[in-house]
């Protein structure tokens, strides 16, 4: 745990108010964006990762608001490292105490590339040996690992023999928006849910659609972002815990982020699927998030979807061709949609999926624009198909 009074050296992120958000490959421009609307600023992408400048004010801001962003670690320390004694001797020069005590848990997640060290795992063992050693030699005792819910996650990275070592300022990925009571098999996450949401710049006037909903990710979201509710209100993070930060601030982004919710908005999203399960999984994390009066959830299949709207938005994570095994049920779902939609010149539509066959069957026109995303590990195109604009009034 943080103490107060006197810091021994101060961490970089201290020093430079600099810290490094993790993404997922493919987003990292909307994080961008999404940083710098939040007052973010010396902003840099890179590969799966922003580093960014940020005042103790807007940071517990981006923790709480950000939809897109993975993780956000607070640099402690960066050296070169070429060895695993080099890493062992830096890593023992830490102040620990200004993160850790004996009675807290901690767990390491490591990525290594391009270096001398080259096994992650194992240098996740050289920085736990470097922080048990620390403690056991000050204190004769130590904190344990956890490696499901630890009170402090660090991260540990090394590319081209450059180590940098932080901890995770939110305790835990920011994709998890804390309402999850329900999932079904391979979920869609959340932060690549808010992705294809932006791509898409739906904006909460008109009607969108999800007939493979799912356990309702992307319409939750939705929900969410048409009455601006921030992600991490319905959780907690580490840093809170934390003494050196004002009891204050962090219940001051909480206050603030409550008080941006619209109350007063009309939304109308619908879902639909064809597994009674996942309708009940889709409304009971609705009503955990608090949007359930939002979104009309009904079990039915895409083969018998009927849309009599002339305007609207449709965004779906179609089924992977590769996990259903039955590619004869994909084709006969892409023939139904298409005979839906071919003619609705009026709907934009918005699919996620792993085949790349699908536009061989969606015939209303090529796709305006294709985007290559990542569903966790898989790699998914985004195909986007713009539709005309209502006539104004």
Not at 63 to 82: E, G, H, T
Not at 90 to 108: C, K, M, V
Not at 215 to 226: C, H
């Amino acid at each position: 745990m943080m103490r107060s009074g006197l810091i021994k050296n101060m961490f970089e992120y201290q020093k430079e108010n600099k810290f490094h958000a993790q993404i997922s490959d493919g987003m990292e421009d909307l994080g961008a964006t999404e940083l710098k609307e939040m007052k973010a600023f010396n902003i840099k992408k890179g590969f799966r990762g922003i580093t960014f400048s940020a005042t103790r004010e807007t940071l517990y801001r981006i923790v709480y608001r950000s939809r897109l962003i993975s993780r956000i670690i607070a640099p402690l320390k960066s050296f070169k490292c070429s060895d695993y004694n080099e890493l062992y001797r830096n890593a023992s020069r830490i102040d620990w105490e200004e993160i850790l005590s004996p009675s807290l848990t901690f767990a390491i997640f490591a990525n290594v590339s391009n270096s001398e060290i080259n096994h992650s795992h194992y240098a996740s063992l050289k920085l736990k040996d470097a922080i048990a050693d620390y403690f056991t030699g000050r204190f004769g005792e130590r904190p344990d690992i956890d490696t499901k819910e630890p009170d402090v996650w660090l991260n540990l990275h090394i590319r081209h023999n450059q180590a940098t070592i932080g901890f995770d300022v939110s305790g835990g990925s920011l994709h998890k928006r804390g309402y999850r009571k329900s999932a079904v098999a391979a979920p869609m996450q959340e932060t690549l849910a808010a992705a294809i949401l932006r791509i898409s710049e739906w904006n909460g006037t008109s009607p969108l659609y999800d007939p493979m909903c799912g356990s309702g990710t992307v319409l939750i979201d939705a929900a969410m972002i048409g009455r601006n509710i921030a992600p991490g209100l319905n959780r907690s993070f580490a840093s809170e815990a934390f003494d050196r930060i004002s009891p204050t601030a962090w219940e001051q982004a909480r206050s603030d982020a409550r008080s941006a919710i619209q109350s007063d908005i009309d939304l109308q999203l619908f879902g639909y699927d064809a597994d009674e399960e996942m309708i009940f999984a889709s409304k009971s994390n609705a009503k955990a998030a608090g949007v359930e009066k939002d979104i009309q959830f009904e079990k039915k299949d895409i083969r018998d979807l009927w849309i009599d709207q002339e305007y609207g938005v449709l965004i779906s994570n179609f089924p992977y061709g590769v996990k259903m095994g039955d590619y004869r049920e994909l084709n006969n779902i892409y023939i139904s949609f298409h005979k839906t939609f071919r003619n609705k010149k009026g709907w934009s539509i918005y699919v996620l999926t792993a085949d790349k066959k699908f536009p061989d069957y969606f015939k209303r026109a090529e796709p305006d624009r294709v985007r290559k995303l990542f569903n966790g590990a898989i790699e998914v195109r985004y195909y986007q198909y713009f539709g005309e604009r209502p006539p104004r009034e």
